[in-house]
């Protein structure tokens, strides 16, 4: 059986080198361009008939120019009568857009969106009198134009008013895009025959393929880096910075039988901010957050800061991705945090540079083992074991 196929795009070609190198193969050879008016160009300089394919492309960066890179890569390799296309997302694209909305505060929407009202014409077309066009007489009385302007304007203030109300509630989002079904639908329609990414921010995302999703998981590499790097561990506590991420700190707290803890945001209508609470007791104790995304790092220094306040000794931080836009690195490095940990499922060598807070954890072991048990057709549900070890 002839080996895999992996080909890398623009987004991280430092990850697709490591994984080759554990892999043992050459990266396949492409050329990817761009013409005078920014139109993506994909040339591939690697036969692929016939063969397993892998095409590795992180979500970071320019994501909308990666993404579409990735869709013409996929769909050169179809037409080059690949036998099967499997697109490798470390870090998946719009995937903290779900399909279904959700209020600040994460519950579900139960109230729809108000009725758009449509805008009545202000001039009226002109009709034909004794079979000659007049433009200046109308085919209906102003009158009747005037009543449906009117009542237009009223219900367009009663929609303004339940807008306001329903901003000031928290209530629904109007007019949310489904993003995420149409990333899937574009990947499907580009011959992406396989999905491999991590740590989803929305589990729901899978159910929007016809194709499988193997969706890896951190945790396992999180655990071991807690059991092997921090000293007297089983005295720490693992820490959720928000209710949405609370499966994932408390499982990785019942696997190393740690205590456990909650931030909880609660919006005071009064004051119209947001309260941070904590549910726990972390005082004297080493804490650790937990997260899956971190783009404007927000959330995470605030979390470290309600920490220290609440009489944490050493703040330790885990996070999958680490995305970290904008001024993020430098909000790291005057925050509470003492560690921050993170994968490289997006590049993180500038920021590496710039914060000596940042520790990486390798993903392209764990990527590299998924494709070499996907093309032979062995069980990945290995990799999803802690007990495993990944050398």
């Known amino acids: 059986m ?8 623009s987004s991280h070609p430092k990850l697709v080198q ?21 139109e993506t160009r994909v040339e591939l300089y690697e036969s692929v008939r016939e063969q397993d394919v892998y095409i590795v492309q992180s979500g970071c960066g320019h994501v909308n120019d990666h993404f579409f890179e990735l ?31 959700f209020k600040r505060s994460g519950a579900p929407l139960i109230r729809p969106p108000p009725m758009t009202v449509p805008s009545s014409p202000k001039t009226t077309p002109g009709t034909p009198t004794h079979g000659v066009f007049a ?22 203030i009663k929609v303004g008013k339940n807008v306001q109300t329903s901003q000031q509630n928290d209530g629904y989002k109007q007019w949310v895009a489904r993003s995420g079904t149409l990333i899937a639908d574009l990947l499907s329609c580009a011959g992406a025959d396989h999905i491999i990414t991590m740590d989803l921010h929305d589990p729901q995302f899978q159910g929007y393929f016809d194709c499988p999703v ?5 945790l396992p590499s999180m655990g071991k880096y807690i059991y092997r790097h921090i000293p007297d561990y089983q005295t ?8 949405g991420g609370a499966k994932r700190a408390t499982s990785i707290a ?19 901010e947001d309260d941070l609470m904590l549910v726990g007791d972390v005082r004297n104790k080493v804490c650790i957050l937990i997260d899956d995304i971190a783009d404007t790092s927000f959330t995470i220094t ?45 590049p993180q060598d500038d920021h590496v540079r710039k914060c000596s807070k940042f520790s990486i954890l390798p993903v392209a072991i764990l990527f590299a083992e998924a494709i070499r048990r996907i093309h032979f057709g062995e069980s990945v549900s290995t990799l999803f074991d802690p007990k495993y070890e990944l050398v």
């Open 2 to 9: 002839r080996g895999p196929v992996v080909l890398g795009g």
């Open 18 to 38: 490591q994984i080759c190198d554990r892999l043992g193969i050459e990266p396949g050879r492409s050329k990817l361009s761009k013409f005078s008016n920014n």
């Open 71 to 101: 869709c013409i890569m996929i769909q050169a390799c179809k037409t080059a009568s690949a036998r099967k296309v499997t697109a490798i997302l470390p870090f998946f694209p719009y995937s903290r857009q779900p399909d279904a909305p």
């Open 135 to 156: 433009a200046h007489e109308e085919a209906i009385p102003n009158t009747i134009f005037s009543r449906l302007n009117e009542e237009a304007s009223s219900q367009a």
């Open 214 to 218: 193997d969706n890896l998981s951190s």
């Open 236 to 243: 720490a506590v693992i820490v959720s910075p928000d209710a």
């Open 254 to 272: 019942s696997k190393l039988h740690m205590d456990f803890a909650l931030i909880h945001k609660e919006r005071l209508r009064a004051r119209r």
């Open 302 to 346: 605030k979390a470290a800061k309600l920490l220290h306040e609440n009489g944490a000794t050493t703040i330790y931080a885990l996070i999958t991705h680490a995305i970290l836009s904008g001024d993020a690195v430098e909000r790291i490095e005057k925050s509470w945090l003492d560690h921050v940990i993170v994968s490289d499922s997006v």
